[in-house]
């Protein structure tokens, strides 16, 4: 679930805004360099956090740290804070920080799904979050003048990903021209510094901060990535840390074969292993359960490539959340992080199905593009720029524009037109300004305390091959695995997954070596009978 964050797996569809960088997001400038660890000649000042009430029951903070961790002394950037204090607080354990995913902002999404952690955690620990330096409500990473002016840029970006020659050039194009404005526009140093790495040093800063001796962590997803980092850069400093849903980091921060990052974590395949689970156990279900049904795994598999085939000859306009649906939207259309919200994306797979059979009619053809639907929506800036700026500062990433077009060929190859949305979230890494504080190992520090891991067999996202290799380059990890679907064990119920993550945070007890959750939630349940 990722604490109601949106990574770059699985694009929201409510705007174009928000589904432009997804997994799940030129023409080149400046090489991405690796920098040694950090060396500074003093220590980094703990800063105070004053905290103030917010958010209904929260509080806040605003840190001051350092841009530069080579020069503690030098430029400070705002780093926004939240807590909410433990509810029990005669048994208070500490601090629990948590990265919800992304790389996202984390503040508005942690609140809002503050409720949905167990109520032992939230008992026992102050719950911590931060927005990681160039999001949210910290100094932001922002290279238009407010978001309409990116908005316009982007307006024409093929999404999830271009279909076509000439929607390629477009993209290329459109990329080059961003990449150009955020050299441009953007602050360079906060882009040269603006690193999962400094994001730890930041975390390390506010454990200190809260008082805190170790540090006690939730990591989802991209979270993991920023756990595994902080696990090596302070190893003595780790307390009781989950990682869920992890990625490698050798992979994450090593170039292969000129691919973008995703297609070297094999999301690509993982997303693809998923799609045929769905649509094997759609077929398998009844239509009242799984709406896409075919009767058959087969003839389900068919049915959908038959949907497919039929959205690229001609787009439809359909009501409720797709709107105006081509064939990249029916790939996105399927919710594969979440087991629960199967049943809904084969409705809305059945909904494509029977506009194109209508083709022609009234209720379907070619229509506008969709407007974003209005809202309030967040109060600072947001833009494709401050994820890009992790993305392109941590992991390698091709500088030939057209090496993202020979990734998307090998990823239909190998997983099938799914492959397609991981070929592409990270092209505008190609024209990216260079980052100086990437880290990319060592891994097996020894840590204080040992970390554990929790993978989904079935994840879409992040595969489970990942945790298992993670597990094996830590020095001292434990994989608790849950046999089942979807992103992050959190968003997809297994009460004994839940069980021993608990026994963990609270007592230190890791599950023993081999151990193997169900999930909760079947994909496609069957009615219950009247």
């Known amino acids: 679930m990722t604490l109601g964050h949106q990574p770059t797996d699985d694009p929201p569809r409510t705007s174009r805004r928000s589904r432009t960088l997804t997994a799940v997001v030129a023409a080149g400038m400046l090489a991405l360099t690796c920098a040694a660890p950090v060396h500074a000649s003093s220590a980094p000042a703990v ?17 001051k740290l350092p841009l530069d961790y080579r020069q503690p ?13 433990a509810t029990d607080p005669t048994h208070r354990i500490g601090t629990l920080f948590v990265n919800g995913g992304g790389p996202s902002a984390q503040i508005d999404p942690t609140v809002a799904q503050y409720a949905t952690l167990p109520a032992d955690w ?48 477009a993209t ?24 999962t790495a400094n994001a730890a040093r930041d975390m390390d800063l506010l454990r200190q901060a809260t008082g805190d001796r170790v540090l006690n962590y939730l990591g989802l997803s991209y979270g993991t990535v920023l756990g595994t980092i902080y696990a090596n850069l302070f190893p003595g400093k780790v307390g009781r840390m989950i990682l ?25 395949r993982a ?29 389900t598999r068919a049915k959908f490539d038959t949907l497919l085939a039929r959205l690229r000859r001609q787009g439809v306009t359909v009501e409720g959340p797709l709107g105006t649906c081509g064939y990249a939207c029916a790939l996105a259309a399927v919710p594969l992080r979440r087991v629960a919200q199967w049943p809904a994306g084969a409705s809305q797979l059945q909904q494509l199905w029977t506009a194109t059979a209508k083709v022609g009619a009234a209720t379907a053809g070619p229509a506008p593009k969709a407007e974003p ?30 090496a993202y077009e020979a990734g998307a060929r090998l990823a239909r190859a190998r997983s099938g037109p799914i492959g397609l949305t991981w070929a592409w979230p990270t092209a505008p890494c190609a024209g990216w300004p260079r980052s100086q504080d990437r880290y990319e190992g060592p891994w097996n520090a020894r840590t204080a305390n040992p970390i554990m891991l929790v993978g989904i067999t079935g994840d879409p996202a992040t ?11 830590l020095a001292d990890a434990r994989l608790l695995t849950v046999d089942g679907y979807g992103h992050t064990a959190l968003a997809n119920r297994s009460a004994c997954a839940s069980a021993y993550e608990t026994d963990y945070l609270l007592t230190g007890a890791l599950p023993p070596a081999g151990t193997v959750c169900k999930q909760d939630d079947a994909p496609f349940p069957e009615p219950a009978a009247r």
């Open 244 to 268: 869920d849903s992890t990625i490698d980091p050798v992979r994450y921060t090593t170039a292969q074969d000129d691919l973008p990052t995703y297609l070297r974590l094999g999301s690509d």
């Open 271 to 299: 997303s693809a292993s998923a799609l045929n689970s769905f649509l094997d156990l759609c077929g398998k279900a009844s239509t009242a359960a799984c709406a896409f049904s075919a009767g058959t795994p087969a003839r």
């Open 463 to 473: 595969p489970y091959q990942n945790s298992v290799a993670l597990s094996h380059r």
């Open 373 to 402: 639907e209005p809202g309030a929506g967040p109060s600072y800036y947001t833009g494709q720029e401050q994820t890009l700026a992790v993305l392109c500062s941590d992991s390698p990433n091709p500088r030939d524009p057209r």
């Open 47 to 63: 800063p105070e956090l004053r905290w103030s009430p917010c958010h209904e029951g929260f509080q806040c903070a605003t840190a």
């Open 172 to 195: 290329r194009e459109i990329w080059a021209r961003f990449d150009r404005e955020c050299v441009q526009h953007a602050d360079l140093d906060l882009l040269a510094h603006n690193s």
């Open 73 to 85: 002394d030098g430029k400070k950037i705002d780093i926004a804070v939240v807590r909410r204090p």
């Open 122 to 169: 939230r008992a026992r620990f102050d719950v911590v979050t931060f927005d990681p330096r160039g999001f949210g409500y910290s100094t932001p990473v922002q290279c238009f003048p407010d978001t309409a002016a990116e908005d316009r840029l982007l307006a024409d970006l093929p999404v999830p990903f271009p279909a076509g020659a000439k929607e390629i050039a």
